[in-house]
Protein backbone atom coordinates (compact mmCIF):
# COMPACT_ATOMS: atom_id res chain seq x y z
CA UNK A 1 0.00 0.00 0.00
CA UNK A 2 1.04 3.29 -1.17
CA UNK A 3 0.71 6.40 1.20
CA UNK A 4 1.03 10.25 0.90
CA UNK A 5 2.06 11.74 4.14
CA UNK A 6 1.84 15.30 3.93
CA UNK A 7 2.85 18.43 6.22
CA UNK A 8 0.51 21.22 5.91
CA UNK A 9 2.75 23.87 7.63
CA UNK A 10 5.89 23.45 5.57
CA UNK A 11 4.26 21.68 2.28
CA UNK A 12 6.22 19.00 2.27
CA UNK A 13 5.39 15.35 1.04
CA UNK A 14 6.37 11.93 0.99
CA UNK A 15 5.50 8.60 -0.65
CA UNK A 16 5.80 5.69 1.50
CA UNK A 17 5.56 1.75 0.68
CA UNK A 18 4.31 -0.13 3.47
CA UNK A 19 4.15 -4.10 2.39
CA UNK A 20 3.68 -5.53 6.03
CA UNK A 21 0.57 -6.29 6.57
CA UNK A 22 0.37 -5.97 10.52
CA UNK A 23 1.17 -2.17 10.10
CA UNK A 24 -1.77 -2.17 7.66
CA UNK A 25 -4.68 -3.01 9.88
CA UNK A 26 -4.46 -0.32 12.11
CA UNK A 27 -5.92 1.65 8.87
CA UNK A 28 -8.03 -0.54 7.09
CA UNK A 29 -11.09 0.11 8.82
CA UNK A 30 -10.80 3.73 9.66
CA UNK A 31 -13.16 6.24 8.03
CA UNK A 32 -12.16 9.81 6.72
CA UNK A 33 -11.09 12.19 9.33
CA UNK A 34 -10.14 9.30 11.73
CA UNK A 35 -6.75 9.31 13.04
CA UNK A 36 -3.76 6.37 13.21
CA UNK A 37 -0.77 6.59 15.58
CA UNK A 38 2.55 6.67 14.11
CA UNK A 39 4.26 4.01 15.45
CA UNK A 40 1.24 1.43 14.66
CA UNK A 41 1.71 2.38 11.26
CA UNK A 42 5.23 3.19 10.17
CA UNK A 43 6.93 1.92 13.14
CA UNK A 44 9.55 3.46 15.91
CA UNK A 45 10.76 5.93 13.73
CA UNK A 46 7.39 7.73 13.54
CA UNK A 47 6.54 7.75 17.30
CA UNK A 48 4.49 10.55 18.60
CA UNK A 49 2.92 11.73 15.80
CA UNK A 50 -0.31 11.37 14.52
CA UNK A 51 -1.80 10.75 11.04
CA UNK A 52 -5.12 11.73 10.01
CA UNK A 53 -6.97 9.86 6.56
CA UNK A 54 -7.67 12.22 4.62
CA UNK A 55 -8.66 9.97 1.62
CA UNK A 56 -7.80 7.16 -0.95
CA UNK A 57 -9.60 4.96 -2.95
CA UNK A 58 -9.94 1.00 -3.03
CA UNK A 59 -8.66 -1.62 -6.01
CA UNK A 60 -10.64 -0.71 -8.77
CA UNK A 61 -9.51 3.12 -8.25
CA UNK A 62 -13.12 4.40 -6.78
CA UNK A 63 -12.39 7.51 -4.16
CA UNK A 64 -13.59 7.62 -1.16
CA UNK A 65 -16.05 10.32 -0.04
CA UNK A 66 -16.64 11.46 3.31
CA UNK A 67 -20.39 11.49 4.05
CA UNK A 68 -20.86 8.09 3.13
CA UNK A 69 -21.86 5.80 6.55
CA UNK A 70 -21.06 2.73 5.28
CA UNK A 71 -17.99 0.07 4.78
CA UNK A 72 -19.09 -1.10 1.62
CA UNK A 73 -19.30 0.41 -2.10
CA UNK A 74 -22.98 2.21 -2.56
CA UNK A 75 -24.27 4.87 -5.00
CA UNK A 76 -24.53 8.29 -4.26
CA UNK A 77 -27.13 10.68 -5.37
CA UNK A 78 -25.36 13.86 -6.43
CA UNK A 79 -26.52 16.92 -8.55
CA UNK A 80 -24.20 19.11 -10.64
CA UNK A 81 -21.67 21.01 -8.79
CA UNK A 82 -21.74 19.01 -5.53
CA UNK A 83 -18.01 16.90 -6.32
Given at each position: ????????????????????E????????????Q?????????????????????????Q???????????????????????
Amino acid sequence: MKLNIANPLTGQQKLLEVDDERKLRSVMDKRIAQEVAGEDLLGEDFAGFLFRVSGGDDKQGVPMKQGGLCNHRGRLLLREGNL
